[in-house]
């Protein structure tokens, strides 16, 4: 497979990755955070696909292109907003966020086939239920994980229902000053 | 207040501190694993009075006066038989395991209390329910989530329905051989 696919999420000391409404705000710096930015723009530095569930991509979508989001956070915007992306729903008719390709088929066959083809890597963000397939399925090789040392008490957690609990690889556990602390695993 | 009150679980890569079944055992280390028996032993050197709600009480009084667990892993079991418990339930008579006493107060009302006074410090393990009254009133020193790299699927999180979205202060990232994490926040 020439295709890597890799996952970003922000998660909560208590394993969720948004809160019961769906919002993912928990995971806002608290106030200027350097090494947080500087985090984010290397994350965000760009080349990779990203890959959304409906519901993540819905929210994406009516943010990054605003002028808030490109006043507040001007270099991730500008990736966000140029990325090629895939979104998967079998609801949507249309995807208008600039370099979106809808796909309305089985997540796990669409990313096998398409992990198997030329291209750049694919990085999956938010997406909770599309993220619980492609781990079933085995199609990650990498997961970051930021913990951010809020508890929030109830919301979504990733990888619900999947079976047969997987086993990773920890690559790299970095604390920042924030008390984030950035878990990657293979 | 003299005395601190700790928390110590183990937690699956996607926030669960139990199974579905309330099995625990996911946490065990794969084969021999020195530096994780070295962590439990400094971890379980006593001194601390263990604090628990009825379920995890009953699950853990069953396993450490056994033959079984005395022969599996001889100092934990020491300290987890030799150590002062309280246990938390409205509905249990009497709680047999050595050294327990049983309170049917209010546990946040309870441990204030128990804070104030002169005495060993606290350490609650599992215990969800506990765990997340206690973390509501706010009266946990230090928090000790060792995030094992397992994906469980679904299971319990800690401190369910907690509100206000406490932060908590990053002490440490200790990354393990085995892929563990072992996180302290105060």
Known sequence: MSRRLGMFN??????????????????KPQGHDEEHLEFIRQNARGGSVLVFGRVTYEMMA???????????????AKTMNESPKIV???????ADWAGTTLLSGDPATEIARLK??????????GSGRIAAQLAQAGLFDEIGLMVIPVVLGQGRTL???????????????????????????Q
């Open 10 to 27: 922000n998660v909560s000391l208590d394993g969720y990755f948004t809160d019961a409404e769906g919002d993912m705000s928990f995971a």
């Open 62 to 76: 009516s943010f990054w292109p605003t002028d808030m989001a490109k006043q507040m956070m001007p270099e991730v």
């Open 88 to 94: 998967f729903s079998r609801t949507l008719k249309t």
């Open 116 to 125: 198997k083809e030329d291209g750049p890597d694919m990085t999956v963000l």
């Open 159 to 185: 990888f619900e229902g999947v079976t047969g609990r997987p086993r990773l690889k920890l690559k790299e556990a970095r604390p920042f000053r924030s008390g984030n602390v950035y878990l990657t695993y």
